[in-house]
Protein backbone atom coordinates (compact mmCIF):
# COMPACT_ATOMS: atom_id res chain seq x y z
CA UNK A 1 0.00 0.00 0.00
CA UNK A 2 1.22 3.33 -0.79
CA UNK A 3 1.35 6.08 1.97
CA UNK A 4 -0.02 9.43 1.25
CA UNK A 5 3.38 10.81 0.24
CA UNK A 6 3.70 8.72 -2.52
CA UNK A 7 0.32 8.69 -3.62
CA UNK A 8 0.63 12.12 -4.31
CA UNK A 9 3.70 11.80 -5.95
CA UNK A 10 2.51 9.80 -8.44
CA UNK A 11 -0.58 11.92 -8.79
CA UNK A 12 1.96 14.40 -10.06
CA UNK A 13 3.66 12.67 -11.69
CA UNK A 14 0.39 11.53 -13.68
CA UNK A 15 -0.23 15.27 -14.28
CA UNK A 16 2.84 16.24 -15.65
CA UNK A 17 2.71 13.47 -18.27
CA UNK A 18 -0.74 14.66 -19.14
CA UNK A 19 0.32 18.04 -19.71
CA UNK A 20 2.98 17.42 -21.37
CA UNK A 21 1.38 14.97 -23.80
CA UNK A 22 -1.41 17.29 -24.23
CA UNK A 23 1.49 20.34 -25.24
CA UNK A 24 2.56 17.91 -27.33
CA UNK A 25 -1.07 17.28 -29.19
CA UNK A 26 -1.56 21.36 -29.82
CA UNK A 27 1.10 21.09 -31.88
CA UNK A 28 -0.73 18.45 -34.16
CA UNK A 29 -4.13 20.25 -34.17
CA UNK A 30 -3.08 23.60 -34.61
CA UNK A 31 -6.52 24.83 -35.95
CA UNK A 32 -9.83 26.20 -33.95
CA UNK A 33 -11.64 23.23 -34.55
CA UNK A 34 -13.57 21.11 -31.89
CA UNK A 35 -11.27 18.20 -30.55
CA UNK A 36 -12.33 15.22 -28.55
CA UNK A 37 -8.74 13.74 -27.68
CA UNK A 38 -9.22 10.01 -27.07
CA UNK A 39 -6.29 8.81 -24.66
CA UNK A 40 -5.69 5.36 -23.35
CA UNK A 41 -3.74 5.41 -20.39
CA UNK A 42 -0.96 3.51 -19.78
CA UNK A 43 -2.20 0.62 -17.44
CA UNK A 44 -6.10 -0.22 -16.93
CA UNK A 45 -5.67 0.84 -13.51
CA UNK A 46 -5.11 4.36 -14.08
CA UNK A 47 -8.72 4.53 -15.22
CA UNK A 48 -10.81 5.51 -12.97
CA UNK A 49 -12.99 8.74 -12.27
CA UNK A 50 -10.17 10.20 -10.51
CA UNK A 51 -8.41 10.25 -13.59
CA UNK A 52 -12.02 12.51 -14.53
CA UNK A 53 -11.83 14.30 -11.42
CA UNK A 54 -7.97 14.79 -12.03
CA UNK A 55 -8.75 16.42 -15.91
CA UNK A 56 -11.63 18.97 -13.90
CA UNK A 57 -9.16 20.12 -11.42
CA UNK A 58 -6.06 20.26 -13.07
CA UNK A 59 -6.18 21.12 -17.05
CA UNK A 60 -9.69 21.89 -17.42
CA UNK A 61 -8.74 25.43 -15.09
CA UNK A 62 -5.87 26.08 -17.67
CA UNK A 63 -6.32 28.25 -20.62
CA UNK A 64 -3.78 26.53 -22.44
CA UNK A 65 -6.27 23.83 -23.20
CA UNK A 66 -8.97 25.46 -24.15
CA UNK A 67 -8.42 24.16 -27.61
CA UNK A 68 -9.83 20.82 -26.18
CA UNK A 69 -13.25 19.96 -26.64
CA UNK A 70 -13.06 17.09 -24.24
CA UNK A 71 -11.20 14.16 -23.52
CA UNK A 72 -12.35 10.57 -23.93
CA UNK A 73 -10.31 8.13 -21.82
CA UNK A 74 -10.28 4.69 -23.39
CA UNK A 75 -9.00 0.84 -22.18
CA UNK A 76 -9.48 -1.93 -24.45
CA UNK A 77 -11.12 -5.50 -23.44
CA UNK A 78 -8.55 -6.89 -20.81
CA UNK A 79 -8.79 -10.50 -22.04
CA UNK A 80 -10.70 -12.60 -24.03
CA UNK A 81 -13.12 -14.71 -22.03
CA UNK A 82 -16.85 -14.01 -22.13
CA UNK A 83 -16.49 -13.30 -17.90
CA UNK A 84 -12.88 -10.58 -18.36
CA UNK A 85 -14.01 -7.02 -17.94
CA UNK A 86 -14.97 -5.66 -20.89
CA UNK A 87 -14.00 -1.90 -22.67
CA UNK A 88 -14.23 1.28 -21.02
CA UNK A 89 -14.90 5.12 -21.71
CA UNK A 90 -14.94 7.66 -19.90
CA UNK A 91 -15.41 11.00 -21.34
CA UNK A 92 -15.26 14.63 -20.00
CA UNK A 93 -16.00 17.22 -21.71
CA UNK A 94 -14.05 21.02 -21.54
CA UNK A 95 -16.39 23.45 -19.99
CA UNK A 96 -13.60 26.26 -21.00
CA UNK A 97 -13.37 24.83 -23.95
CA UNK A 98 -13.63 27.33 -27.24
CA UNK A 99 -15.70 25.32 -29.28
CA UNK A 100 -18.14 23.66 -26.94
CA UNK A 101 -19.21 20.44 -27.62
CA UNK A 102 -22.38 19.90 -29.47
CA UNK A 103 -25.96 18.96 -28.01
CA UNK A 104 -25.68 16.05 -30.69
CA UNK A 105 -22.25 15.12 -28.86
CA UNK A 106 -23.94 15.63 -25.62
CA UNK A 107 -26.68 13.71 -26.09
CA UNK A 108 -24.57 10.33 -27.69
CA UNK A 109 -22.51 10.68 -24.59
CA UNK A 110 -25.47 10.86 -21.70
CA UNK A 111 -26.94 7.64 -24.16
CA UNK A 112 -30.21 9.59 -24.91
CA UNK A 113 -29.15 8.92 -28.77
CA UNK A 114 -26.93 6.81 -31.16
CA UNK A 115 -24.82 7.59 -33.67
CA UNK A 116 -24.59 5.70 -37.18
CA UNK A 117 -22.88 5.58 -40.30
CA UNK A 118 -25.53 5.91 -43.00
Known amino acids: MLSEKDMQKANEIVVNS???K???KRVQFPHEEPYLLVVKP???RLLNNSLVTMLEQQIWTKRDFSW???IVLFNSRRGFL???PGPQLLIALNPKARCQASDALKS???GNQQFHFD
Do not use: S
Request: charged share 20%; net charge neutral.
Open 18 to 20: FIQ
Open 22 to 24: LKR
Open 42 to 44: GHF
Open 68 to 70: ITG
Open 82 to 84: LTD
Open 108 to 110: VIE
